[in-house]
């Protein structure tokens, strides 16, 4: 097997990575593809789905697990498991088999993980600040919950699933990669403004990606931690005075209290992104599970959630999110699988070893293991060595 090579081909796999830039094998290279599966994402946290996908004794969801085919299932106890989808007897997949081993199973607010190692981190000690993409998500719904909105999107991208991840708190890339939607958005957006007096929001979600600049997304800030884990601030202004939020405000009032509301609907989060593969926006109720399923080819699930006693027109904000900026239909998705398509390219062609993760390095800020960055840089490229920085650190475990 070429992983078992690794180790005699490439010793020591951290010259591979420097602080500030990182060689292109890391994206192209079978072999250590195969040993990030085996040393990261067979071995960390792997996000398996909402238990709202398995509401009933007996309901299943199939799920990879780096290359594991896993099912996760509700047993006749009212318990979930995830296990091995291979039939024990003659080891063809199948699903329902209640059977198997049982990989390390946990759940926070609803959101359930495996991890196919036998010990390490619990799954809250695992995920330490970014269990806030949960929990800002849940205090959000009247109700303390949320409940997954069936079925997914689900998108093959032909790169690497690193570049994915590394996208997902760019905040330089937005108003250059998906400029031309958002002008195009905007100029609708003026027009029905004109004619009836008020655009939708909808038109917002879109025309944002030309109206705020890039010096606007330096305003923002990522905060970044170990595990790879990072935190991008700044919230996109979907706090509108219209008489939907209004509505939804009064529900919220009575369930929490007006502090506790005003607590709840002032974070300020636009992205956690869970390294290895997870990246959730909250405020919007979003979230993106990438399952990686060869060195150029990886899966996202795009999924949306419903606030549990919200009003309607609140599920209609996170569906309209959904299907303008997340799903595959999109133009704004459209750019993005473009650009990943692209840089896969150009990263397996002779014309250059390595790739820069430089912007406004040597500018972040250190506290307590955690690295902010410095005011006015939240387009840094901060994001990307964190998870470089963390992806050595497993792949030499
Ligand atoms: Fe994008």
Avoid at 54 to 61: M, S
Avoid at 168 to 177: C, E, G, K, R
Avoid at 180 to 191: D, L, N, W, Y
Avoid at 204 to 210: G, P, R, T, Y
Wanted: proline share 5%.
């Amino acid at each position: 097997m070429l992983h078992e090579r690794i180790p005699d081909r490439i010793p020591d796999l951290s010259r591979l990575v420097e602080p500030d830039r990182v060689r292109r094998e890391v994206y192209t290279d079978p072999g250590i593809f195969d040993l990030e599966m085996q040393r990261i994402h067979e071995r960390v946290w792997i996000y398996c789905g909402h238990e709202s996908q398995v509401p009933k004794a007996g309901d299943y969801f199939t799920v990879q697990v780096g290359r594991q085919p896993m099912i996760m299932v509700r047993g006749s106890d009212g318990k979930i498991s995830v296990l091995y989808n291979r039939c024990p007897h003659r080891g063809n997949m199948i699903c329902g088999d209640r059977q198997g081993n049982a990989a390390r199973v946990e759940n926070y607010r609803g959101f359930v993980f495996a991890s196919l190692a036998k010990d390490g981190d619990t799954l809250e000690e695992f995920l330490g600040e970014s269990k806030v993409a949960f929990d800002d998500m849940c205090d959000r719904a009247p109700g303390g919950e949320v409940e997954v909105v069936p079925n997914c999107f689900r998108v093959i991208q032909h790169s690497n699933w690193k570049l994915f991840l590394e996208n997902q708190l760019d905040a330089l890339h937005p108003s250059v990669v998906h400029q031309s939607t958002g002008r195009a958005a905007h100029e609708v957006e003026k027009q029905i403004e004109k004619q009836t007096g008020k655009a939708p929001l909808s038109y917002h979600m879109l025309s944002a990606f030309a109206t705020v600049t890039i010096d606007k997304w330096d305003n923002f800030q990522t905060l970044n931690y170990p595990h790879g884990h990072c935190i991008l601030t700044g919230y996109m202004g979907l706090r509108p005075k219209d008489p939907d939020t209004l509505a939804y405000e009064k529900v919220m009032h009575k369930a929490y209290g007006k502090k506790r509301t005003e607590e709840i609907l002032g974070v300020n989060i636009h992205h956690v992104l869970i390294y290895p593969g997870l990246s959730v926006q909250s405020p919007l109720q979003q979230l993106r599970a990438v399952r990686p399923l060869g060195v150029d080819r990886t899966l996202t699930e795009i999924w949306h959630f419903r606030l549990k006693g919200a009003p309607e027109a609140i599920y209609r904000r996170s569906l309209a999110y959904y299907n303008l900026v997340n799903s595959p239909a999109t133009l704004i998705n459209a750019d993005d699988l473009e650009n990943f398509w692209k840089c896969h390219q150009g990263l397996s062609s002779d014309g250059g070893d390595w790739v820069s993760l430089g912007r406004h390095f040597g500018r972040d800020i250190e506290k307590n293991g955690m690295v902010e960055t410095g005011p006015n840089m939240g387009t840094s490229e901060a994001p990307m060595r964190n998870q470089m920085k963390a992806w050595t650190k497993y792949m030499q475990a």
